[in-house]
């Protein structure tokens, strides 16, 4: 039976990670180490944390002597980092904890991993490593080989994480693999990101922030498709290192906000235009022509039926009180 460690599984991808993982492979053994800060919630897990076959462990992955205690009890074989701070705006506010947590605790989960011989190491990393690509360029695209230009220090510290797993198969041949994904939609997610922020704002009757002129572009990914890419990507005999995983639906910030009015059968009078985030990327795009190739995955998931989804996903728990 494997043991998959999967770190800030109580985060909003990690927790759909779980779910997918406990539903496709019923026998595996599923450890969650998460330190339940502001965006992991063990309400994310509910459904599932009875489960015989998922453990959770509160644990911070910068603290060596807990991170060494827990691969020792659990010796797992596969080892998923998706834990790590991801708000932009709080990397600008306050940068000091994401450099500890994303950069210091990637190394602590390399060396434990290291020692105790895990299968794979698998790094979750973002496409906004590549930084941005022009709003006049729609046939630019970020791959693989794209050079490494963080805008902020979220994405900075992402970089860095993904130059340490690097310099590790490099230095000390350990098997480890990366993916850089876009933007990711669907339950779960922490209620200060867009999607949620909108769909609250525009429940209560509020007015819906926009930053700037709403131009910027982003690539929407259902979560689940990313969980499956993830899975397909641990699961072969890879030759490559870096993935990208993209969804294929590029929209303006603007134009996924009126969407998800329409939806809402409101209008886009109560969009408000606020001043614009330091340092915007202006255009994310990614091409996940190698993963199609290599591993024969693509998304399946409709952007429309997936986005319709998960907007009275978060109507019915916004509603109920279960998401504030």
Not at 162 to 184: E, P
Request: charged content about 25%; glycine content about 6%; some cysteine.
């Amino acid at each position: 039976m494997d043991v998959f460690m999967v770190t800030g599984g109580a985060g909003f991808i990690g927790s759909n990670f779980i779910h997918y993982m406990l539903g496709r492979y019923p026998e595996a053994k599923i450890v969650c180490v998460d330190l339940l800060t502001y965006a992991g919630k063990l309400e994310n897990l509910s459904d599932v944390y009875d489960n015989k076959n998922l453990f959770f462990e509160k644990a911070d992955i910068t603290d060596q002597t807990l991170v060494f205690k827990l691969f020792d009890t659990y010796q797992p074989d596969y080892v998923i980092n998706f834990a790590a701070e991801s708000h932009v705006d709080r990397s600008i506010i306050n940068p000091d904890i994401f450099f500890k947590t994303n950069i210091l605790g990637t190394q602590v989960l390399l060396d434990a991993s290291m020692r105790y011989k895990v299968k794979r190491f698998h790094q979750v990393s973002t496409d906004e490593v590549y930084g941005d690509l022009p709003l006049e360029r729609p046939d630019l695209k970020f791959t693989e080989n794209s050079a490494i230009k963080p805008s902020s220090p979220y994405s900075a510290s992402k970089a860095s994480a993904d130059l340490l797993v690097q310099s590790y198969i490099r230095t000390f041949n350990i098997n480890a693999t990366i993916s850089r994904c876009s933007n990711n939609y669907g339950p779960y997610q922490y209620p200060e990101k867009l999607i949620p922020v909108v769909i609250n704002k525009a429940i209560k009757k509020e007015l819906v922030p926009v930053y700037g002129s709403g131009c910027n572009v982003r690539d929407w990914l259902h979560v689940n498709d990313h969980c499956s890419a993830i899975d397909s990507i641990l699961h072969s005999n890879v030759s490559s290192v870096v993935y990208n995983i993209g969804g294929g639906n590029e929209k303006s910030n603007l134009d996924l906000v009126r969407l998800i009015l329409r939806i809402l059968g409101e209008k886009d009078e109560i969009i408000e235009f606020v001043p614009d985030r330091r340092g915007h990327d202006l255009r994310y795009s990614i091409d996940a022509s190698k993963i199609q190739k290599e591993l024969d995955w693509k998304p399946k998931i409709c952007f429309d039926d997936g986005l319709e989804e998960t907007v009275r996903w978060y109507v019915d728990r916004f509603k109920s009180g279960l998401v504030k």
